[in-house]
């Protein structure tokens, strides 16, 4: 259910001063890396990836020079209830034991707006590889950004889940899985 983090990492090209290349990070006390599941449309599983790490070399003037690479911890969901975490780690769900990792690489960064960004990129769950789309978007002041302080953003993307064989004979949640990243990045 890794979608994510290197969703995050793509609103930050925006006309900024030519800087080849800077090295962000998430800042791990301001930064969530959580999934939503719905049933019906209603929302029926959260949980959010205690562990996760992120290589972030950012292009400011040319995004499409960025890479973002995010590896999660698939063992360190928490999800409200020792039952639940169980039940996602195991076998039927991430297989934790076997998978200890789910990986997002990207491979092409795309400015759609003035705060935006498409973030396209490889997914890696219980070892099997998809295309995976993440949507970013700046939340902060993007001068104060310029200047070195803290870049707070928002990002998402969803999947589903037999295209990694994720719970084939689970029917209480939908297909659909969403990952979503909110928080701040710094230098």
């Given at each position: 259910?890794?979608?994510?983090?290197?969703?995050?990492?793509?609103?930050?090209?925006?006309?900024?001063?030519?800087?080849?290349?800077?090295?962000?990070?998430?800042?791990?006390?301001?930064?969530?890396i959580s999934f939503v599941s719905h049933r019906f449309g209603a929302v029926v599983a959260t949980g959010r990836f205690e562990r996760y790490e992120g290589t972030l070399a950012l292009?400011?003037?040319?995004?499409?020079?960025?890479?973002?690479?995010?590896?999660?911890?698939?063992?360190?969901?928490?999800?409200?209830?020792?039952?639940?975490?169980?039940?996602?780690?195991?076998?039927?769900?991430?297989?934790?034991?076997?998978?200890?990792?789910?990986?997002?690489?990207?491979?092409?960064?795309?400015?759609?707006?003035?705060?935006?960004?498409?973030?396209?990129?490889?997914?890696?769950?219980?070892?099997?590889?998809?295309?995976?789309?993440?949507?970013?978007?700046?939340?902060?002041?993007?001068?104060?950004?310029?200047?070195?302080?803290?870049?707070?953003?928002?990002?998402?993307?969803?999947?589903?889940?037999?295209?990694?064989?994720?719970?084939?004979?689970?029917?209480?949640?939908?297909?659909?899985?969403?990952?979503?990243?909110?928080?701040?990045?710094?230098?």
């Amino acid at each position: 259910m890794a979608k994510l983090p290197a969703l995050v990492v793509a609103a930050l090209f925006f006309n900024w001063p030519a800087i080849a290349q800077t090295s962000w990070r998430f800042d791990r006390g301001a930064t969530d890396i959580s999934f939503v599941s719905h049933r019906f449309g209603a929302v029926v599983a959260t949980g959010r990836f205690e562990r996760y790490e992120g290589t972030l070399a950012l292009d400011f003037d040319d995004p499409a020079k960025s890479r973002i690479k995010v590896t999660l911890d698939t063992g360190s969901i928490k999800a409200g209830s020792s039952l639940m975490d169980g039940f996602i780690t195991g076998a039927t769900m991430l297989d934790s034991a076997r998978y200890p990792t789910a990986s997002f690489a990207s491979e092409s960064v795309t400015r759609t707006g003035e705060r935006s960004l498409e973030v396209r990129g490889r997914l890696t769950i219980r070892s099997i590889s998809q295309p995976f789309t993440v949507t970013a978007v700046v939340d902060g002041d993007i001068d104060k950004a310029r200047r070195g302080e803290a870049l707070p953003f928002h990002a998402s993307g969803s999947f589903l889940r037999p295209a990694f064989e994720i719970g084939r004979d689970v029917n209480i949640v939908d297909d659909q899985v969403e990952v979503v990243i909110k928080g701040r990045l710094s230098r």
